[in-house]
Structures are given as structure tokens and as C-alpha cells.
């Protein structure tokens, strides 16, 4: 089955300044890599995903970067803000001709935005 | 107008016990799922079932068992609990699966079962 490994598990930035996490994939099938941000106690809500045929997507201060040959993915965040402070998890995920293997995730990375 | 909606939030029960946790969701989805999120915050799929396959995790022990009376709603039985089963629980929901394009899930609030 797949596999997801997720990057720093802890990131700690100074406001303003700059996030990126990493996360690669094992299965070359998966086609669908979202990033979902979970705050304490709180559901994971989807931030931005990106399909395999798109290498780069960006909403505003967040943007995803996918490499399909070397299986991995990035999210990036500019301009960081206390808000931000948050566990983000990537994810992946294929299809299996009709049915739906739900989403396999990374382990997640808790960012801390210093003031 | 809550599109994932779950009960209980909170479930507290002794070892041993049987409990069901209810999801509904009302954004017309064809799939639902339940994940499983542990102390580490590790979230893993437990099942995903639309009306025509229930794709079950191969770790998930048989005393889980989602049961869909309609479309909107996927429910967890969970049989003979045991301490290892303490978690925050996640039903999601999302747009039948094609070979198109894979959709949102969307998360309900989530269910925090301790098992004592």
C-alpha cells in the first residue's frame, strides 16, 4: 500500500518568515496529494491540494509544489502569521477503478509561528 | 447547515463494552469514510464506503464495523472495546470517486472515545 513520510515534524519560524514542509510518497499510481491543517481539537480542514498532472498551485500565501519522478511534494507558506500555528498533514491517495481507498497521510508537522 | 455532522463528541465507556458512534453528512456525497487519529495525532484510514464497495484497511480488527442505513449516513459499531481503541475518531465525506479527478473530503468534528 502507499506510504507517506512528512518533514520536519516539528517547524518552528519566526513571524513573517517562511514554512516549508516536504513529504514523499511510495506509490507512483497515487494522483491526488492534499494538505489539510488541523488546530487543537479542531477537524482537518483542507488547505490546498494538487492533482498529478499540475507541478505547481498556489492560493494566495500557500502555495504546493509536486515532483511525479522523484515522488514528493512540498507545501510552502510566505509571510507566516501567528494564525498559521497549526499540525499540517499531507496526504495521498489513487483510485481503485470505482471505489475510493480514502486518503493515506504523513504524520504531520506542527508549526509554530514565533511572535 | 453542518455538511459533516457527528455523535457523540465525547464517549467514555469500560473495556469490554459495545458502542456505536453515528456520522451524517448533508452535502449529497456518494462516499463516506472514518479515520482513525491516535495520541500521536497519526490520522489512518479504518474504511470508505460508497453504495456499491466497502473497502475495509486490513489492520482495522473485525470488531469495527460501519453500517449505512441510507446515503447520508455512515455509522461506527465498535464490538468488545479494548484500551488500545482510546482515539479521536473522523468521519468524512466526499463526491463519488472517479477516474476523472479525486475530490475534497470533508471532515466531520471528530469523536473522542476513551475506553477505561
Known amino acids: 500500500g502507499e506510504n507517506v513520510e512528512q518533514h520536519p515534524s516539528t517547524l518552528s519560524v519566526q513571524e513573517g518568515d517562511s514554512a516549508v514542509i516536504k513529504c514523499t510518497y511510495s506509490?507512483?499510481?497515487?494522483?491526488?496529494f492534499p494538505w489539510y491543517k488541523q488546530e487543537l481539537g479542531k477537524r482537518p480542514q483542507l488547505i490546498i491540494d494538487?492533482?498529478?498532472?499540475?507541478g505547481e498551485k498556489k492560493d494566495q500565501r500557500i502555495a504546493v509544489t509536486l515532483n511525479k519522478t522523484a515522488k514528493h511534494f512540498s507545501l510552502h507558506i510566505t509571510e507566516t502569521q501567528p494564525e498559521d500555528s497549526a499540525v499540517y498533514f499531507c496526504?495521498?491517495?489513487?483510485?481503485?477503478?470505482?471505489?475510493?481507498?480514502?486518503?493515506?497521510f504523513g504524520k504531520g508537522t506542527h508549526l509554530i509561528i514565533q511572535p | 447547515d453542518t455538511a459533516v455532522s457527528q455523535t457523540p463528541k465525547y464517549l467514555v465507556t469500560q473495556m469490554g463494552n459495545d458502542k456505536s458512534i453515528k456520522c451524517e453528512q448533508n452535502?449529497?456525497?456518494?462516499?463516506m469514510y472514518w479515520y482513525k487519529q491516535d495520541s500521536k495525532k497519526f490520522l489512518k484510514i479504518m474504511f470508505s464506503?460508497?453504495?456499491?464497495?466497502?473497502?475495509i484497511n486490513e489492520t482495522v480488527p473485525n470488531r469495527f464495523s460501519p453500517k449505512s442505513p441510507d446515503k447520508a449516513h455512515l455509522n461506527l459499531h465498535i464490538n468488545s472495546l479494548e484500551l488500545g481503541d482510546s482515539a479521536v475518531y473522523f468521519c468524512?465525506?466526499?463526491?463519488?470517486?472517479?477516474?476523472?479527478?479525486?475530490?475534497?473530503?470533508?471532515f466531520g468534528p471528530g469523536t473522542r472515545l476513551t475506553v477505561l
Open positions: 468524512a465525506s466526499s463526491q463519488e470517486w472517479s477516474l476523472a479527478a479525486a475530490t475534497e473530503q470533508f
Open positions: 506509490d507512483s499510481a497515487s494522483n491526488y
Open positions: 494538487i492533482r498529478s498532472n499540475v
Open positions: 496526504a495521498a491517495s489513487m483510485y481503485s477503478g470505482g471505489g475510493a481507498d480514502g486518503l493515506t
Open positions: 452535502l449529497g456525497h456518494d462516499t
Open positions: 464506503y460508497n453504495n456499491k464497495e466497502l473497502i
